[in-house]
């Protein structure tokens, strides 16, 4: 019988509302949670099958996308202002029963919605705790659902499978090695005719055992201040660092700084001492703390990376490598005061030292030609010390009577001269007489303040100036 009951629209969050519910089911067992879509027998009445399931539930999860609330029918008129629409039915149905606990999670950008936008009998939603689901911090925000789940059932969590199998990890690690061997191998090659010695880097922990991030017991070590901007980003990983500490030395003084990594992407990444260097007292210093391990697609991990570094300076320029990108902070090396603060994890999530701010907070409309109207529905900016990433929210409303592509609307950012095309695109099926809205990203320099946003569509085509504060 099933426990968890998930309700959402189709065209809002279809995508989190499939990957929730194998994931729940990871945690929790096959069988306890339904969803429309492959749990009604066929020919089963949509909403009589709803109804049943729901007096089977102890826990009904109200899945909120950024088109959740303003979703609208055919003619026009939001759906939540019907009585027969099937979302307000089944959170109307959950919230009437005092035995089954209702939970909002915000998915894909979405926000709780304000009581007075809500029809009377769903209204008492707008005072639940929500939880928001992140793609950067998803496998613990969903270990903490699963866990308020079962503490209300009375059940409790499976540890789900590890998606990085000790085998996967071994090969990919394994080949890491080989590279490493063949890199050291060429080095002595190239230098052995000059009679320079290649020195290799002091073994890190999974070579003797020893924690490199930990100063020894004596020293004087302090913490260094972390500039205001930073984070670096390299595609879909973006590196922050949360905290230095400084111990200064005779001939050498030893840097560490924590970092927090997320991988946003869907493929394992290497995070190793070969992408972190400092630039100090005329030097180029490698990063020599041994670390060497693999990032997990859409994860994160807290990190501490350890340099050796000519003592007295006290200004240093951090650079962070990952293939043919580069990015840089600045760092002030001098005592910030207080005890040091690298070996305390950082309690932030994958945002909390983001630099982001509202670019178009109201729709604006963007191209209407043939058989689409496209409108710019909201535009965020997240400023990293490399790039400046732009987000858009784009509507696409198909008012024609056959299915169409997404693609057809050609996006492109003018900035600093040149014109960009996105990062990330929609390119997706439109169904006849149906609305979608996707994210298309852009990323430019980050002197760049004034940017304007082209869309064309056949014939048709406009102008948004764009203001990043």
Same mark, same amino acid.
């Not at 705790?129 to 789940?149: G, H």
């Given at each position: 019988?099933?426990?968890?009951?998930?309700?959402?629209?189709?065209?809002?969050?279809?995508?989190?509302?499939?990957?929730?519910?194998?994931?729940?089911?990871?945690?929790?067992?096959?069988?306890?949670?339904?969803?429309?879509?492959?749990?009604?027998?066929?020919?089963?009445?949509?909403?009589?099958?709803?109804?049943?399931?729901?007096?089977?539930?102890?826990?009904?999860?109200?899945?909120?996308?950024?088109?959740?609330?303003?979703?609208?029918?055919?003619?026009?008129?939001?759906?939540?202002?019907?009585?027969?629409?099937?979302?307000?039915?089944?959170?109307?149905?959950?919230? !009437?029963?005092?035995? +089954?606990?209702?939970?909002?999670? #915000? *998915?894909?950008? /979405?926000? @709780?919605?304000?009581?007075? $936008?809500?029809?009377?009998?769903?209204?008492?939603?707008?005072?639940?705790?929500?939880?928001?689901?992140?793609?950067?911090?998803?496998?613990?925000?969903?270990?903490?659902?699963?866990?308020?789940?079962?503490?209300?059932?009375?059940?409790?969590?499976?540890?789900?499978?590890?998606?990085?199998?000790?085998?996967?990890?071994? !090969?990919?690690?394994? +080949?890491?090695?080989?590279?490493? #061997? *063949?890199?050291? /191998?060429? @080095?002595?090659?190239?230098? $052995?005719?000059?009679?320079?010695?290649?020195?290799?880097?002091?073994?890190?922990?999974?070579?003797?055992?020893?924690?490199?991030?930990?100063?020894?017991?004596?020293?004087?070590?302090?913490?260094?201040?972390?500039?205001?901007?930073?984070?670096?980003?390299?595609?879909?990983?973006?590196?922050?660092?949360?905290?230095?500490?400084?111990?200064?030395?005779?001939?050498?003084?030893?840097?560490?700084?924590?970092?927090?990594?997320?991988?946003?992407?869907?493929?394992?990444?290497?995070?190793?001492?070969?992408?972190?260097?400092?630039?100090?007292?005329?030097?180029?210093?490698?990063?020599?703390?041994?670390?060497?391990?693999?990032?997990?697609?859409?994860?994160?991990?807290?990190?501490?990376?350890?340099?050796?570094?000519?003592?007295?300076?006290?200004?240093?320029?951090?650079?962070?490598?990952?293939?043919?990108?580069?990015?840089?902070?600045?760092?002030?090396?001098?005592?910030?005061?207080?005890?040091?603060?690298?070996?305390?994890?950082?309690?932030?999530?994958?945002?909390?030292?983001?630099?982001?701010?509202?670019?178009?907070?109201?729709?604006?409309?963007?191209?209407?030609?043939?058989?689409?109207?496209?409108?710019?529905?909201?535009?965020?900016?997240?400023?990293?010390?490399?790039?400046?990433?732009?987000?858009?929210?784009?509507?696409?409303?198909?008012?024609?009577?056959?299915?169409?592509?997404?693609?057809?609307?050609?996006?492109?950012?003018?900035?600093?001269?040149?014109?960009?095309?996105?990062?990330?695109?929609?390119?997706?099926?439109?169904?006849?007489?149906?609305?979608?809205?996707?994210?298309?990203?852009?990323?430019?320099?980050?002197?760049?303040?004034?940017?304007?946003?082209?869309?064309?569509?056949?014939?048709?085509?406009?102008?948004?100036?764009?203001?990043?504060?």
């Amino acid at each position: 019988m099933a426990v968890v009951f998930i309700s959402y629209r189709r065209e809002d969050s279809a995508g989190y509302a499939g990957r929730l519910h194998e994931e729940l089911e990871e945690r929790l067992s096959a069988g306890q949670v339904f969803r429309d879509v492959d749990t009604l027998q066929p020919g089963q009445d949509f909403v009589d099958g709803i109804d049943e399931r729901l007096k089977e539930c102890g826990v009904c999860i109200a899945l909120l996308g950024r088109g959740w609330l303003g979703a609208t029918d055919e003619a026009g008129h939001r759906r939540l202002d019907s009585d027969l629409d099937y979302v307000r039915l089944e959170i109307a149905t959950a919230l !009437a029963r005092p035995d +089954v606990l209702v939970i909002p999670v #915000l *998915v894909g950008g /979405g926000t @709780m919605p304000a009581a007075s $936008s809500l029809p009377e009998n769903i209204r008492s939603l707008a005072r639940r705790q929500a939880i928001t689901l992140r793609d950067e911090t998803w496998e613990s925000d969903m270990d903490r659902l699963a866990e308020v789940i079962a503490r209300h059932t009375g059940g409790h969590t499976i540890t789900p499978p590890d998606k990085h199998p000790p085998s996967r990890r071994a !090969a990919v690690l394994g +080949v890491a090695a080989v590279v490493a #061997l *063949v890199t050291l /191998g060429l @080095m002595w090659f190239l230098v $052995s005719d000059r009679k320079v010695a290649v020195t290799p880097p002091p073994p890190g922990p999974s070579d003797t055992g020893v924690d490199n991030s930990r100063p020894p017991a004596s020293g004087n070590v302090h913490p260094i201040e972390i500039p205001r901007q930073s984070e670096i980003s390299h595609g879909d990983l973006i590196y922050t660092l949360v905290s230095g500490s400084l111990r200064p030395g005779q001939g050498t003084s030893t840097l560490w700084l924590r970092f927090r990594v997320s991988n946003e992407g869907r493929d394992d990444a290497n995070l190793w001492d070969q992408s972190f260097r400092v630039a100090v007292g005329g030097q180029v210093v490698p990063a020599s703390g041994g670390l060497n391990t693999v990032l997990g697609a859409r994860s994160i991990q807290q990190q501490i990376v350890r340099f050796e570094i000519p003592p007295g300076d006290r200004h240093a320029i951090l650079r962070i490598n990952y293939g043919d990108r580069t990015g840089e902070l600045p760092l002030d090396l001098s005592d910030a005061g207080g005890p040091p603060k690298h070996e305390e994890p950082d309690p932030g999530d994958a945002l909390s030292r983001a630099d982001m701010s509202a670019v178009v907070r109201e729709p604006v409309p963007l191209v209407m030609a043939g058989w689409a109207r496209a409108t710019l529905t909201r535009a965020t900016a997240r400023r990293f010390a490399n790039i400046t990433r732009l987000f858009l929210d784009v509507r696409i409303e198909n008012t024609s009577g056959y299915p169409q592509f997404s693609g057809d609307l050609v996006l492109r950012l003018a900035a600093g001269g040149e014109l960009l095309a996105p990062v990330r695109e929609t390119s997706t099926s439109i169904d006849a007489h149906s609305t979608l809205t996707d994210d298309v990203v852009f990323e430019f320099p980050t002197t760049e303040k004034s940017v304007v946003l082209r869309g064309s569509m056949g014939q048709a085509s406009a102008e948004i100036p764009l203001t990043i504060r």
